[in-house]
């Protein structure tokens, strides 16, 4: 750099990841430092529980084979984005059937969860009733949030590419929030569930 | 006491009279207060961070003043109770911290610094960046809202610690302690989405030319400091979440009779607090880097061995938390790994101010007032990090914790970075926010006014710490050991440092607002630097460089080249023949 001829460095910028991808990026390494947070607060809370009181005796077990249903349908909800995004990359026009579908299948998981959550409260689970009721909703409940979330801009894209206005920004940034809502559940069910 | 300082903020809030120079003539409302123009962003924060250290203030004078004079009705504010007391150290640390510290040195810096100094026109999401603001606002009104309800504000101190801040018949709060919580939250909402700008912007707009090594220091700085903070404030945020349920919604995540752990939050809080200590100083020692190339006319020592340094700061804060915790009953030998992390991150500190100091030796130095702040910077800071050393090995700290020792040992970081750094950014830049020349008498009246009553105040505390005086407590007269020879006069002389440095503040104020609107006017580079904002004219209009956007041609240190007739080489100007 002390050099005393100086090249001419005029290189022309071309960036690496476009600004609408970076920033989702930025934000959902940010959600999922939130994520590890409440999930590492769990796991110590957990780990400190003395025996026989995991799950408190008198609590209802948490419903792991619905919820694997559920979980099916949000993974293959992320595995359909995808697939939209390849055919809306090429042009083909099944990219907004594919990406409805994946709506719904997503909307599917959040409206389960609602019905598992009313089946849960009438059996006695609530916030205040033990440590893995309290973890449970605060949990899952805000994975829903984001899962909602996630849908309202997965359905405003769809909106969009119908109109034939969707930009590439919109979509990578939507993309990338689903995936980090689709990949963030099976961690979830594995550790709170099991 | 609650209106005088609604008031301050309210009177400076209002005074976002800088000029603007969009090409249209928008209203006012759309100038000042919906604006997306990166600077008017800046000016907002860096208002409103003036506002709020009003607040701090007030605050520190009442309870110190209770302290020095314990039971006296303290002029300004009245007689201070045991409730009243907890409050104003509430909220004296919060402010300082979340609504001083942070938004002046990265939001309101950062914003105005960013793009000029890698000149592009505007941040990459100019409208995510007036949300960021108006967000942060919210935040400040709901926090001084506070003040107003039922059991005014928290007393649970900034830290938070449940049961204290969870109970409400141990904090003596009502819906105040809820309002912090939120309050706290929406900030960090506000400083999340300028992380996200800052991030994309210096990734994705840097002007042609610009490599990452020539890139200005303070925005290598800054960008690293947010890149921190958004790493680790989620665990805080979860535990916010968790806190808000624990104190409204009897949950049981921090009560042990629910099973809960209240070591757990001290873990959340401090895995953001730690590395939150070097996301407000890697933009102060970025500052004090611009600062002291400028005013020794000379290359800056190991530019990139500062940046490495800084990237490893980084990523060692987050393995240092726990040495908050070595009391809270933590398992002895965690506490081990903890002091011997603690100490290696004062390494690549203490490189930085070496590489400084060798930046300063052999230097033609000239004293501006901004230097003066630099310099001061380096040598107060120094202090605070060395009294940390004893602190860090868990053996002393058990003796220091919680004294008055531990209290005069982080205000001797903080208040280098929150002040002494803020106050050398703010005469540093001056010129170019508002085109005019600060009075040069007046910032050194202002300096010494400020620098000589802050070590008055906090050498006498490090000295009552040592002697065992805890940090928690009302009214000493309660407690006899606290009492003995000379430690209440002591507690006077701090106190009394405290009140003429208050009072020397008033000239900086006056120096600000005078000069704003009627000091001299100020040339596009009065300092003769070389980064890309001195480029722009003073004060840079809407878009910031009018002749269009700069080409780089070298880093940005290039000071008393010898090939060349000037003693600086601005980074936009071709080299001959080329």
Redesign the interface.
């Known amino acids: 750099?002390?050099s005393?001829a100086?090249p001419?460095?005029?290189?022309?910028?071309q960036?690496?990841?476009?600004?609408a991808i970076?920033?989702t990026l930025?934000?959902v390494?940010?959600?999922?430092?939130?994520?590890?947070?409440?999930i590492?607060?769990f796991t110590?809370?957990r780990s400190?529980?003395l025996p026989g009181?995991w799950p408190m005796p008198g609590q209802p077990t948490l419903p792991v084979a619905s919820t694997a249903f559920n979980t099916a349908a949000l993974l293959l909800s992320g595995v359909l984005v995808l697939v939209a995004q390849r055919l809306f990359s090429r042009g083909n026009l099944w990219a907004r059937r594919v990406l409805a579908v994946a709506w719904a299948l997503g909307a599917v998981f959040v409206i389960l969860q609602g019905a598992e959550w009313a089946a849960l409260l009438k059996q006695g689970l609530t916030?205040?009733s033990?440590?893995l009721g309290?973890?449970f909703y605060?949990l899952v409940g805000?994975h829903a949030l984001h899962a909602v979330g996630a849908l309202i801009a997965l359905g405003w894209t769809w909106l969009q590419m119908s109109k034939g206005r969707l930009s590439q920004g919109l979509f990578f940034g939507s993309q990338v929030f689903w995936y980090f809502v689709v990949l963030m559940w099976p961690v979830l069910y594995l550790r709170v569930y099991f | 006491m609650s209106s005088t300082a609604h008031g301050h903020a309210a009177s400076v809030g209002n005074g976002h009279d800088a000029p603007a120079g969009h090409h249209h003539n928008p209203g006012f409302i759309e100038k000042y207060l919906w604006s997306t123009d990166h600077k008017m962003i800046g000016f907002q924060y860096l208002f409103t961070g003036m506002a709020m250290a009003l607040i701090g203030g007030f605050t520190v004078y009442a309870f110190r003043m209770q302290i020095a004079f314990p039971g006296m009705s303290i002029p300004g504010y009245g007689r201070v109770t045991a409730g009243d007391y907890n409050a104003l150290v509430t909220t004296h640390g919060t402010v300082m911290i979340f609504w001083v510290a942070m938004p002046v040195l990265i939001a309101a810096l950062g914003n105005y610094l960013i793009p000029l100094m890698i000149g592009c026109d505007d941040m990459v999401f100019p409208r995510l960046n007036r949300l960021s603001y108006q967000i942060f606002l919210v935040s400040a009104l709901v926090l001084i809202s506070s003040f107003f309800v039922e059991g005014g504000a928290f007393g649970g101190a900034w830290t938070s610690y449940p049961p204290l801040s969870s109970k409400s018949q141990y904090n003596l709060t009502g819906v105040g302690s809820t309002l912090w919580v939120v309050a706290v939250a929406l900030e960090f909402v506000a400083f999340l989405l300028g992380g996200i700008n800052f991030v994309t912007t210096v990734m994705n707009s840097r002007a042609p030319g610009m490599k990452l090594w020539d890139v200005p220091i303070v925005v290598w700085m800054i960008v690293l400091a947010s890149i921190l903070f958004m790493a680790s404030v989620g665990p805080l945020v979860a535990g916010a979440v968790m806190l808000i349920f624990d104190q409204n919604f009897h949950t049981g995540f921090f009560d042990p009779v629910k099973g809960g752990d209240p070591v757990l939050w001290q873990h959340l809080f401090w895995f953001f607090g730690h590395p939150e200590v070097y996301v407000v100083l890697l933009p102060a020692m970025g500052i004090v880097a611009e600062v002291i190339t400028v005013f020794s006319r000379k290359r800056l020592f190991a530019q990139r061995t500062v940046i490495m340094t800084a990237i490893a700061v980084g990523i060692i804060s987050f393995f240092v938390w726990a040495h908050h915790q070595f009391v809270a009953g933590i398992d002895p030998r965690m506490a081990n790994v903890f002091s011997v992390t603690t100490l290696i991150i004062s390494i690549p500190v203490a490189e930085m101010v070496f590489v400084y100091i060798g930046t300063l030796y052999g230097g033609s130095i000239r004293l501006t007032t901004p230097m003066l702040w630099a310099l001061a910077f380096i040598a107060e800071f120094l202090l605070g990090g060395v009294t940390g050393i004893f602190l860090g090995a868990s053996g002393a700290d058990i003796y220091f914790h919680d004294t008055y020792f531990v209290l005069a040992h982080f205000h001797y970081t903080f208040f280098p970075i929150a002040f002494i750094a803020v106050f050398a950014a703010i005469t540093h830049w001056f010129p170019k926010m508002f085109g005019r020349t600060l009075n040069e008498t007046f910032g050194k009246v202002h300096f010494w006014g400020t620098v000589i009553p802050f070590n008055c105040i906090f050498i006498p505390l490090f000295v009552l710490g040592v002697r065992g005086d805890h940090r928690r407590i009302y009214d000493y007269r309660h407690f006899p050991d606290s009492m003995q020879a000379g430690m209440q006069d002591l507690r006077v002389f701090a106190t009394l440092s405290l009140v003429v440095l208050l009072a020397f503040q008033v000239v900086f104020l006056v120096n600000f607002f005078y000069s704003m609107f009627k000091g001299p006017k100020a040339p596009a580079n009065p300092w003769h630097a070389n980064t890309l904002e001195w480029a722009a004219p003073s004060p840079p209009p809407h878009g910031n460089f009018p002749e269009g956007l700069p080409t780089v041609y070298r880093g940005p240190y290039e000071y008393s080249h010898p090939d060349r007739k000037e003693d600086y080489w601005p980074q936009h100007i071709a080299p001959e023949g080329a």
């Open positions: 750099m002390n005393i100086l001419t460095r005029r290189v022309a910028r960036p690496l990841v476009p600004d970076l920033g930025v934000f390494a940010a959600e999922t430092m939130f994520f590890v947070g409440m590492s607060a110590i809370s400190q529980a009181t916030m205040t033990s440590r309290a973890f605060l805000t």
